[in-house]
């Protein structure tokens, strides 16, 4: 048991000093688009798709930009939420804006991690979080050498 431990603990190390089994990237600019989401209530509501920009500097992800669209292509920006460019359903609104910020900090957390599998998902922007997954998924497979 103790043999296994400290194998355990040495594999650990040795992955560490050595980034065991993380992938390299060519340095450069990807972009990449998640697949559409259309809800499944039909609703017109939180429908779009979501568009990645990863730089890569020395291997590594120098930057990232994450922003999302309606189906139309209409950037889902500080009027998104509005219903004829007037808030109102507050609450919706609200929602809305909430799902925009989070793709910022999607973003910031790729950014400042650099490894996917330690961005967290925000509650009640899963819809973009998925989007943002998929992009960057598919940005980065452009990235290996």
Do not use: H, P, W
Request: hydrophobic content about 30%.
């Amino acid at each position: 048991m103790r043999k296994t431990v400290v194998f355990a603990a040495v594999l650990a190390a040795v992955c560490a000093m050595t980034s065991c089994g993380s992938k390299t990237y060519k340095d450069g600019t990807y972009t990449a688009r998640s697949a559409e989401y259309v809800s499944e209530d039909g609703s017109e509501n939180g429908n779009g798709y979501g568009e990645v920009e990863i730089t890569i500097s020395r291997g590594k992800i120098s930057d990232v930009k994450f922003l999302t669209y309606e189906l139309d292509g209409t950037l889902k920006d500080e009027d998104y939420g509005k219903e004829d460019g007037e808030i109102k359903n507050k609450d919706f609104y609200n929602k809305a804006q909430r799902a925009r910020s989070a793709c910022e900090n999607y973003a910031a957390q790729l950014k400042s991690k650099g490894s996917l599998d330690e961005v967290d998902g925000v509650s009640g922007a899963t819809v973009n979080y998925n989007e943002f997954k998929e992009a960057v998924t598919a940005a980065l497979k452009q990235a290996e050498e």
